[in-house]
């Protein structure tokens, strides 16, 4: 259920972003997410008592998320939902690289499998968004139009985003069961996330932190919102399934979310969004790698 509401935000985000910006849609995300997850908190018996330790690690989770909500809907702007979501996705990779450079865990052949395949798939899905933006931009001229492009020359270098949440995702995964480890209360500490990241982000826009601005569009409003709802189920079913079981068990599910993007897009990002060969095969890569390498581990 996460992994199918993770891809939901990715799908209903990218309508929204067809007419607004990617700031604009984590600050709508982000205050819907708050908003349901304290009401559900005040619903369920109020704030319950939890360790300062585990609250603390909640606390530096949100400022992470920030970063990595901001990231993420960045990559479904630039190289849209069915190519960025698997990106995204990669973050075991991330955590294994991160296991074994500080840590010492040894690199065994599954891990080394898994790592080709992920690999070999963001190279084919960076391929094939160069080549949808080269596309649209051809179509863009015949039509007479004038596309937006503030970075025409760094085009394939967009993966770098749902990369760099993928990074962030990597890191905060283990650091998640650590602090439910501690004081398993994860509809609270989902409720603390998403404010501390909220809060993150307003000090940040004060602050000039950000040259984007908020761009409001009627038309953005209800799939950012539909965005908002389906984040507040994901990191709360996240949350709850690392608390009942292992990371390792729960990754692989989680990270099969691609598989749900593509489905979706199939279905509501006619005419949005193209599918292609390229972008299919490295997603069934990416996710393959992905499995592959925490079954390994």
Known sequence: M?????????????????????LTATCVAMAVRMTLLWCAVLATGGVPAVARLALLVFVLLGVMQTATSYLTFTGVARIGASRSQPLRTTYPLWSAILSVALLGESLGPGVMAGTVLVVAGTILISWSSGRAVANRGRTAAVRGEVLHDPHPRHRRWYVLFPLAAAFLAGIAFPVRRYGLDISNEPLFFAAVLATVAAVCLAVSMFAGGTRERIAWDRRALLPFVVAGAFETVASLFSLIAVSMGQVVAVAPLVATSPLWTQVLALLFLRGVERLNVRSVTGTVAVVAGTVTIIAAR
């Open 2 to 22: 996460a992994a199918f509401a993770y891809a939901s935000v990715s799908v209903s985000s990218r309508l929204g972003l067809q007419y607004s910006t990617p």
